[in-house]
Every structure is written in C-alpha cells, then in structure tokens.
C-alpha cells in the first residue's frame, strides 16, 4: 500500500503529514505541560512563556545533531541541511535543545528547573509518540525485514540498497510510538503519585526517569532498525545512537542521585533548625 507523504497542496506549496504531525504532537505536549503545571502548582503562563522559545531551539538541536550525525551524507548534499519537511530530526537533540533552553529560562523568570523539568516531561514523551508516526508517511526508520503480520510495505525507492529486494519490515516506529505511550501514562501517574506527598520527594526524578527509561528501551528498538548511522570500533561497527543513549542513560543516573543528595541535605537542616 502506498502512503503518500503529501496530504495536500496550497497554492502549489506541498503540506507534508510529516510537519502536521510535528507541529500537532507539540501542540498536544505543551497542552499536557499546561495541565501540569497548574496541577502541580505553578502558574500555567509560565508554559506559554516558554512555549516559543523551546520550539525554536529544540527544532534546531534535533536538526542539529541529526545533521552531526549524517555529517557523510549532508556533506555531500548541503542543500538538504534545512529542507525540514524531509523529515531528519534527532530527539535526543530536540531534548538537549529544551533542556539548555529550560535553564536559561528558569533562570531568568527565577523558577524551579527541575520541577519545571518534571512538568515537561509528559507532555515530551506524547509528542514523540505522535511524532514518530511522521516516519510512517515519510517510509523512514522502520527496521530490518520480517514476514510479521504486523509487517509494513515500504516502496522501492525507499528501501536501503542491501535490502532491495526485501517488500515488508519491522515498523520500529510503532514500536517506539507504543513504549512511548506507555512512558507518557507512567510519568502521569508519577506526578499524581507526589502530587499526594508534597515536599516528601525531590523534583527531578520524573526527568530523570524519562530519560533514562526512554534511553533504555530506544537502544532495544535501535537493535531492529537498518538505517542507524553508525562508526568503526576496534570491535567492529557501533551504532551511533547507543553511544548516545548510554550517555543519557548516565546523565539520568547522575540527575537522580543529585537531586536526591540535596533534597536529604535540605530535610536534614530543616530538621535541625
């Protein structure tokens, strides 16, 4: 079945299914962010606030690093560095650009990072799932062959050239919209978990377990997928995004153990005073 990535034209200038969903899932992600932030006590224009300036600087660092990443292919055809709605972001760019964003934010409106943090990541995790669907139409990061019946048929022109004579794939991005789903519905139930104990468990968690849950099950996912961009080792070809997610996967341990550390250190001086 062919899926066409273009739902419609507007004067001759092409829509692509690829940008409406990327532009739904952040609609949908900072409505969830909006709702939790009122839910947990902080005030929701604070999300409208930031809302512009995380879609500027997370399109660029997913753009950014997905370009890093495909330095080959896009040092050959330069061109396509801003063509966006040929789809080509990187997530844990998007994340890494919210994120320095988010600070900088905090810092000037004098909020609370990592409770601002937790809020968001909900709302984050929906997004993608959404989003994910965008490599549906574009035929994009599907994953090694299989005669599943969960299968999906990707035209010719779209299958890597080891795997042209290959009809049907593992579909890694409904796998990954699935486990998506699935975060989005246990960072939820988090937040209505400390929302029943305040000031007994420290911000930040919900953040770190967002990103180091997602890493976790995105490294299985990556296993199945056949065009990861990956770099030489002694030990042979390693996919690029492992390296990444291990990365992330400590950088969650780390957030963790630090703000547990310093929630203690603040109960044990209330305590003393």
Not at 182 to 189: A, C, D, K, S, T
Not at 213 to 228: A, F, G, L, N, Q
Not at 259 to 266: G, I
């Amino acid at each position: 079945m062919y899926v066409d990535p273009i739902a419609f034209n507007i004067y001759g200038f092409e829509i692509r299914w690829y940008g409406i969903l990327t532009s739904f899932s952040l609609i949908l992600g900072f409505a969830v962010a909006y709702f939790l932030a009122g839910y947990r006590g902080v005030k929701r224009e604070e999300i409208l606030n930031f809302a512009p300036f995380a879609i500027i600087f997370s399109i660029i660092g997913a753009r950014l690093l997905h370009v890093v990443v495909n330095w080959s292919y896009y040092a050959q055809h330069p061109l396509y560095i801003l063509a966006l709605r040929r789809g080509g972001q990187a997530i844990q760019g998007a994340i890494l650009g919210g994120v320095l964003t988010l600070i900088i934010f905090c810092k000037v409106r004098k909020l609370d990072f990592w409770l601002l943090a937790d809020i968001a990541s909900p709302g984050l995790v929906l997004g993608q799932a959404i989003g994910r669907w965008g490599n549906f139409f574009n035929q994009e990061a599907f994953g090694k062959p299989t005669d599943l019946p969960w299968a999906i048929y990707i035209e010719p022109a779209n299958r890597p050239y080891d795997y042209s004579s290959y009809s049907y794939f593992h579909p890694t991005f409904l796998y990954e919209s699935i486990a998506n789903f699935l975060l989005f519905i246990f960072l939820v139930l988090m937040h209505v978990y400390y929302k029943k104990r305040p000031g007994k468990i420290p911000y930040g968690l919900i953040l770190s377990m967002y990103l180091g849950i997602y890493s976790i099950y995105r490294t299985v996912i990556e296993y199945y997928r056949i065009d990861s961009t990956s770099f030489s080792t002694p030990f042979g070809e390693v996919k690029v995004v492992y390296l990444i997610n291990i990365i992330t996967i400590a950088a969650a341990m780390l957030i963790a153990n630090y703000v547990t550390k310093k929630f203690s250190e603040r109960k044990r001086l209330e305590k003393d005073i």
